[in-house]
Nanobody, 124 residues
Framework: QVQLVESGGGLVKAGDSLRLSCEASGRTFISFPMGWFRRAPGKEREFVAAISWNGDSTYYTDSVKGRFTISRDNVRNTAYLQMNSLKPEDTAVYYC?????????????????WGQGTQVTVSS
């Protein structure tokens, strides 16, 4: 039904920036909140950021506030995660997800569709 494809990951140095993209197809992208999650080596997947269907509301986990920005382009059916001032502890596989729950959900269980993930590695 819904396909989410992430891109933009890579290997960068601490302090660098990356922008992740998540292109959606198969369902009306404009109607649903989008989120970004990550799984660091040896850890469980965790919430990073979420954005409401129209982009008016965003929500971030504390560790990325002030450094990461989530946005969306409903014409291009694409969500973005701009990551600045990257730290080695940001190293993880990053996943985008689409929720059928209104608002800016942070719980993984509120997300129905998931991408395959893109690797972000930050060296010190």
């Amino acid at each position: 039904q819904v396909q989410l494809v992430e891109s933009g990951g890579g290997l960068v140095k601490a302090g660098d920036s990356l922008r992740l993209s998540c292109e959606a197809s198969g369902r009306t992208f404009i109607s649903f909140p989008m989120g970004w999650f990550r799984r660091a080596p040896g850890k469980e997947r965790e919430f990073v950021a979420a954005i409401s269907w129209n982009g008016d509301s965003t929500y971030y986990t504390d560790s990325v506030k002030g450094r990461f920005t989530i946005s969306r382009d409903n014409v291009r059916n694409t969500a973005y995660l701009q990551m600045n001032s990257l730290k080695p502890e940001d190293t993880a596989v990053y996943y985008c997800a689409m929720s059928l729950v209104a608002g800016t959900p942070s719980m993984q269980g509120h997300y129905t569709y998931w991408g395959q993930g893109t690797q972000v590695t930050v060296s010190s």
